[in-house]
């Protein structure tokens, strides 16, 4: 299990909350409901991924779990909130390479959306 422990800012005065846990766990149990067509229980548990990002600046695991909770969200026929996942996943990788596999791919599930 990883902690996450969320800073404020420098010098604001008030206490840091309590760390919060994340385990690459929730990853696995997320995509098990995914799979198990399942999409309402996914998209909440990769909406605790994503409202809990680690401590790194650089997560991997964060923006899979945008991508994911935008499945599951257009999975679940909610539309409108998988546009605005998808919108939130191509904002955090404006400046990756438009030829990854998997970009390319999240791009045209966007296109399918109605």
Known sequence: MIAVHPRPLVGCGRRCPPPVHYSPRQNLTSA???AAQQPAAAAAEFQRIVDHRSIGLVDPMHAIARLQLARAL????DAVS???AYNDLF???KNADPDIP???Q???E???LP
């Open 32 to 34: 098990a409901y995914l």
């Open 74 to 77: 257009a999975l679940s026929g």
């Open 82 to 84: 998988a546009k605005s």
């Open 91 to 93: 904002t955090l990788w």
């Open 102 to 104: 998997v970009l390319k």
């Open 106 to 108: 999240a791009r045209a």
């Open 110 to 112: 966007y296109a399918r």
